[in-house]
C-alpha cells in the first residue's frame, strides 16, 4: 500500500502501528518520529499540492478537517483517490477513535486496538494520580501578541481537567484573547506558556511584574507541547507532562522553589 499523510499527527500514528514503510508522501511539519524527516513532502496541512499527492500514485490519502483544505480533499476525492477523513478532536475519546480508524484502514488492526489500549491505560493512570488532590489555579497561553489561551470545548481545555487542573480562562470562549488586567485579577497559580518554545529560549519577562502567584510560587513554565498540539499516539505522553508540571509531587517529584519576581529562571 503507498499512504500519502496530510497532518503531521497522521503520520505519527501510521509510524505508531507499524505502517511507517507505506507512507509515501506527508505534510510540511512532519518531523516525527525522525524516520519521516526524510520522506517527501505535498503541501501543508492548511495547503495539501493536490498536483504532488496525485504524482506519489497512492493507494490511501489520510486527512484531517480543515476549512484550509477542504478543497483540496474532495479534489481528491472526486479525481477517484480513496481518501479518508478523521477528527483530530475535540477530546481525548476523538483521537482515540481516529488512531482505530487509520489502523484499520491501513490493516494495522492489531496493532491499532493494542495502541489504543495503551492510550487508554496512560489516561487512566493519569486521571488516578490527581484526582484526589487540590486543583490548581492554571493559565494555559498559546499566542502572545495579543495574548491567547486555553478556553473551553478543546483538546486542550480536556487535558488541562484530566491533568487536575481548574482553567481560569474557562467560560470565555474556545480560544479566548486575554488582557494583562484578567491576567492578574484570575490571579493563577500555574502558567503553562506553550507560545515561546521551552524555558531555554523563551522569553518570559512579561510576567515577571504581574505580581501573580504562579511566578513568586516559581510556577511560571514555558513548554513545548507536541504531544498535545499533534492530536495522535503521544497524547498520553503529553497529559502526563502536563500532570507533572501542575502535580509534580504525585510524580516523585520536588515542588518547584518559590523565586521573587522577576528572578531570573
Avoid at 502501528?17 to 520522506?39: C, H, K, N, T, Y
Avoid at 478537517?65 to 477530546?91: C, F, Q
Avoid at 496493532?111 to 491505560?121: P, S, Y
Amino acid at each position: 500500500m503507498r499512504i500519502v499523510s496530510l497532518a503531521p499527527s497522521i503520520t505519527e500514528t501510521l509510524f505508531a502501528v507499524g505502517a511507517g514503510a507505506e507512507v509515501v508522501a506527508v505534510s510540511d511539519l512532519s518531523d516525527f518520529p525522525p524516520e519521516a524527516r526524510s520522506i517527501e513532502r505535498v503541501g501543508s496541512y492548511m495547503k495539501p499540492n493536490v498536483e504532488a499527492v496525485i504524482a506519489h500514485r497512492p493507494d490511501l490519502v489520510i486527512a484531517v478537517p480543515s476549512p484550509g483544505n477542504r478543497e483540496a480533499v474532495e479534489g481528491l476525492m472526486a479525481l477517484g483517490l480513496r481518501v479518508l477523513v478523521v477528527e483530530e478532536g475535540p477530546t481525548i475519546g476523538d483521537i482515540l477513535g481516529a488512531i482505530g480508524r487509520i489502523a484499520d484502514e491501513c490493516e494495522r488492526h492489531d496493532a491499532g486496538r493494542v495502541l489504543v489500549e495503551r492510550l487508554r491505560e496512560r489516561v487512566a493512570a493519569v486521571r488516578r494520580r490527581v484526582a484526589p488532590l487540590p486543583r490548581p489555579r492554571v493559565l494555559m497561553v498559546v499566542g502572545e501578541n495579543p495574548l491567547v489561551a486555553v478556553g473551553d470545548d478543546n483538546l486542550l481545555a480536556e487535558l488541562l481537567r484530566e491533568a487536575g487542573a481548574d482553567n481560569v480562562a474557562s467560560g470565555l470562549g474556545r480560544w479566548p484573547r486575554l488582557s494583562v488586567e484578567f491576567v492578574v485579577k484570575s490571579a493563577p497559580q500555574v502558567v503553562i506558556d506553550s507560545s515561546m518554545g521551552d524555558e531555554a529560549s523563551a522569553d518570559l519577562s512579561f510576567y515577571a511584574g504581574l505580581g501573580i502567584e504562579a511566578v513568586r510560587r516559581g510556577r511560571l513554565h514555558a513548554v513545548r507541547l507536541d504531544e498535545v498540539l499533534r492530536p495522535g499516539p503521544r497524547i498520553g505522553e503529553g497529559l502526563e507532562k502536563l500532570a507533572r508540571l501542575l502535580h509534580p509531587r504525585a510524580f516523585g517529584e520536588p515542588a518547584p522553589a518559590a523565586r521573587p519576581a522577576g528572578a531570573p529562571r
